[in-house]
């Protein structure tokens, strides 16, 4: 390789060569083909299944799974997006029943999440009739309460958001009513499916990157002679990967993650 593939982008002629370690790394960039392996992973894992088949068709490979399969997981995580709690677990019960069965943590998870929808509802209607979240919250939540300390203080501070009025709410009470919560839940929820369908339950992409952030620290930490900033390295402009975090303009389900501002910060 010539000395002029080592120059910076921005370099003149006289500037010497880029610095080493970018021209190592340079040296083991990884193919077209494996980076649009591992987009295609991303997308099947994280439940685009719309962006998957349109990227399938576009980096000219094959799924590893069913696209269509994903479906299913799209459904759930669409409900808990929107608050319907209840739709949600029946869907997880008709894919698996023994997901929560033996998930009793997540199955808290997503019942107190429906209470936090039930609260939402009564605190902001104008009857403000509180009765349907206590009962819930007395038929389905307190009974699990005693079994661990953590479900106990969960349901308490959770039953809390009906002393205190949501616009002012405190700091641990808040994040109750945020829609991060329902993304947390969703992402739980979809990494239990994943485990007992026997599939990895994070994208290889994603543990890439937190190896990279990893190894990127350490480096730092022994005061190794590193660029001071360190791109990915995964964009190509000759690759349709610049295209499949957009799957708005598909008119598929896909929609819900773009609508609800869920789009990975890895992949936007």
């Not at 000395?3 to 003149?12: F, V």
């Amino acid at each position: 390789m010539s000395t002029a593939n080592y120059m910076s982008p921005t370099s003149s002629t006289t500037t010497p060569t880029w610095h080493q370690f970018e021209r190592k790394v340079d040296e083991v960039k990884p193919s077209k083909t494996d980076i649009n392996y591992l987009v295609m992973d991303y997308l099947v894992t994280n439940g685009y299944p719309a962006a998957a088949k349109r990227f399938a068709v576009e980096a000219n490979i094959q799924p590893h799974a069913d696209v269509k399969s994903i479906q299913e997981r799209v459904e759930i995580r669409t409900a808990i997006h929107s608050g319907n709690i209840q739709k949600a677990i029946e869907k997880i019960n008709e894919l698996n029943p023994q997901i929560l069965d033996e998930n009793p943590s997540l199955h808290f998870a997503l019942l107190r999440l429906q209470l936090v929808e039930l609260i939402r509802y009564c605190t902001t209607n104008t009857d403000g009739d509180i009765s349907p979240a206590l009962e819930f919250a007395t038929s389905q939540l307190a009974p699990r309460a005693p079994t661990n300390p953590q479900f106990l203080e969960d349901l308490e501070r959770t039953l809390a958001l009906l002393i205190f009025p949501t616009e002012n709410l405190t700091p641990s009470l808040a994040p109750l009513l945020h829609p991060d919560l329902r993304k947390e839940i969703a992402t739980q929820v979809n990494e239990a499916i994943l485990q007992s369908q026997g599939a990895r339950k994070e994208a290889r992409l994603r543990n890439l990157v937190k190896l990279r952030a990893w190894a990127e620290q350490k480096a730092r930490e022994a005061k190794k002679d590193i660029p001071e900033k360190l791109d990915l390295g995964l964009c190509d402009n000759n690759t349709p990967s610049n295209d499949f975090a957009g799957p708005s303009r598909n008119g598929s389900n896909d929609t819900v993650m773009i609508n609800n501002e869920d789009v990975d910060p890895m992949i936007s």
